[in-house]
C-alpha cells in the first residue's frame, strides 16, 4: 500500500478525472458526491452512489469506484473491489469520458498500488493514448509512460539508445503535460551526465511558460546552472537574471546574484 504523501497525490488524482466527465444530466446528490470526492471527502460521499454495484450508470460505478480509492486507511479490500467496478464500466461505457476515466484509474492502481504490475500500467496507458488521444487524461498519461520506459532502462544503456528511446515517445498534446514530458526527460538526462541533452529540454520546458512558483523558480536555477557549465552564457544569464527579478527572496538569490557576477565577467571574492 502507498505511503501517506503516495496516497495525497492519489486524491489529487481522483481531482483530476472528475473534472471532466458529463455531470449536466447526473443526479444532485450524484453531482453532491462527485464534490465531495474532490473535496478529499470519499467516505461522506459513499451514500451519493449508494447501489451504483448492483444496478447504477457507468457512471456511478465510476463514483463508486472513486469513493473506495478515496477511503482512508486504504485498504486491499477497497482497491480490488474498485478495480471490479471499473472493469465493468469498460465492459458497458460507450462514453469516452467514462472509458478513459476508467483506463486511467486502472492504469494507476496497477502503477501505485501494487509493486509487480508495472507492465499492465504501461498496458492500460498505451490503451488510452492510443485509443483517446484527443483527452486531457492521454496527455498524462503519456508522461507516466514516459517514466515507466526510463525506469526500464538498463544502466549501461548507451547516449544513443536513450536518444532513440526519448525520440519514439508519444509526445502530449496540452502545453502543461508537455512540460511535465520535458522536465522528466530532462532529469533523465542530467542524471546520466548529458548536460547539453538535458539542458535543450529545460529550455522547452521555460518556452512553454507553463511552470509557476517554486518549481519555476527551480527550473530558472537548474536552467541557469546547467546552462553556464556547458557553455551557454547568455542563456544563463537570462535564466539567471529572470530568477533574480521574479524571486529576490528566495534562499538561493545570494549565490544566484554571484553566479550571474561570475558570468558577466565581475570579480567575485
Do not use: C
Request: aromatic share 8%; glycine share 8%; proline share 5%.
Amino acid at each position: 500500500m502507498p505511503d501517506r504523501l503516495s496516497f495525497r497525490r492519489f486524491q489529487v488524482f481522483l481531482v483530476l478525472f472528475v473534472a471532466p466527465l458529463p455531470l449536466v444530466a447526473a443526479q444532485p446528490n450524484e453531482r453532491a458526491g462527485w464534490d465531495l470526492i474532490a473535496r478529499f471527502s470519499a467516505t461522506a460521499a459513499e451514500p451519493a452512489f449508494a447501489g451504483a454495484a448492483e444496478g447504477g450508470t457507468p457512471r456511478q460505478r465510476l463514483g463508486l469506484a472513486a469513493v473506495y480509492l478515496g477511503k482512508y486507511p486504504q485498504t486491499p479490500g477497497n482497491v480490488d473491489r474498485a478495480e471490479e467496478l471499473l472493469h465493468g464500466v469498460l465492459a458497458e461505457a460507450e462514453d469516452r469520458n467514462l472509458r478513459a476515466a476508467s483506463l486511467y484509474v486502472l492504469a494507476r492502481i496497477a502503477h501505485l498500488f501494487h509493486e509487480d504490475r508495472t507492465a499492465e500500467a504501461a498496458e492500460f496507458y498505451q490503451q488510452l493514448v492510443r485509443e483517446y488521444p484527443e483527452t486531457r487524461l492521454a496527455d498524462t498519461a503519456a508522461v507516466k509512460l514516459a517514466l515507466l520506459e526510463f525506469d526500464r532502462l538498463p544502466m549501461n544503456a548507451t547516449q544513443a539508445d536513450v536518444l532513440a528511446l526519448i525520440d519514439g515517445l508519444t509526445r502530449p498534446r496540452r502545453a502543461a503535460a508537455r512540460g511535465n514530458f520535458h522536465q522528466a526527460v530532462a532529469a533523465l538526462l542530467l542524471e546520466r551526465g548529458e548536460l547539453r541533452a538535458g539542458w535543450t529540454h529545460l529550455k522547452a520546458v521555460l518556452e512553454l511558460g507553463t511552470v509557476t512558483g517554486k518549481n519555476r523558480a527551480d527550473l530558472l536555477v537548474k536552467t541557469g546552472r546547467v546552462g553556464s557549465l556547458i557553455g551557454e552564457t547568455a542563456a544563463a544569464r537570462s535564466a539567471y537574471a529572470t530568477f533574480m527579478a521574479d524571486y529576490p527572496s528566495d534562499v538561493r538569490a545570494y549565490m544566484v546574484q554571484r553566479e550571474l557576477e561570475h558570468l558577466s565577467g565581475g570579480v567575485v571574492p
